[in-house]
C-alpha cells in the first residue's frame, strides 16, 4: 500500500500537514483575487459580523479542515476506491441530522436509498 501512495505522491506525509498546506496557498490565492477584484472592503464588513463568523468557522473546521483531512488519512490506510466509497456517503450521514434538527421528511425511497448505501459501505468491511 505504501508503495501506490509513494507513485501517487501521498506516501507516509501527515493528512493533516497536507491539509495545512493545502489551505495555506487557498489563503493565497483568495488573496490574489480580492485583490484583484478589490473586494477588502467587502470583507472587512462581513468579518464584523461577529455570529456569522462563528457559524463559518465551525462550518471551515469541521468541512474543509477535518473532512478533507480525514479523507486523505482514508487514502493512507485503504485503498482510494474504499476510501472515496466512504467519503461519498455524505448526503446519507446528514439525513438523521437534517430530520432531527430542521425537523425535514423523509420519503420511503430516501430511506431505502440510505440503507443500500449502508448496506454496500458495510460490505466493504466484511
Do not use: C
Request: no cysteine; net charge positive; glycine share 12%.
Amino acid at each position: 500500500m505504501g508503495l501506490i501512495l509513494s507513485k501517487l505522491g501521498m506516501g507516509e506525509y501527515n493528512a493533516f500537514a497536507a491539509t495545512h498546506i493545502r489551505i495555506m496557498f487557498g489563503i493565497v490565492g483568495f488573496s490574489i483575487v480580492f485583490t484583484v477584484m478589490r473586494k477588502w472592503g467587502n470583507l472587512y464588513l462581513a468579518l464584523k459580523n461577529t455570529d456569522a463568523m462563528k457559524k463559518v468557522s465551525i462550518g471551515a473546521f469541521f468541512g474543509p479542515f477535518l473532512g478533507v483531512s480525514f479523507s486523505l488519512l482514508a487514502l493512507q490506510y485503504t485503498t482510494a476506491g474504499v476510501a472515496s466509497t466512504i467519503t461519498a456517503i455524505g448526503p446519507v450521514l446528514i439525513i438523521l441530522p437534517s430530520v432531527l434538527i430542521l425537523k425535514e421528511r423523509v420519503t420511503l425511497k430516501e430511506i431505502i436509498g440510505a440503507g443500500i448505501t449502508v448496506i454496500g459501505v458495510a460490505m466493504l468491511f466484511i
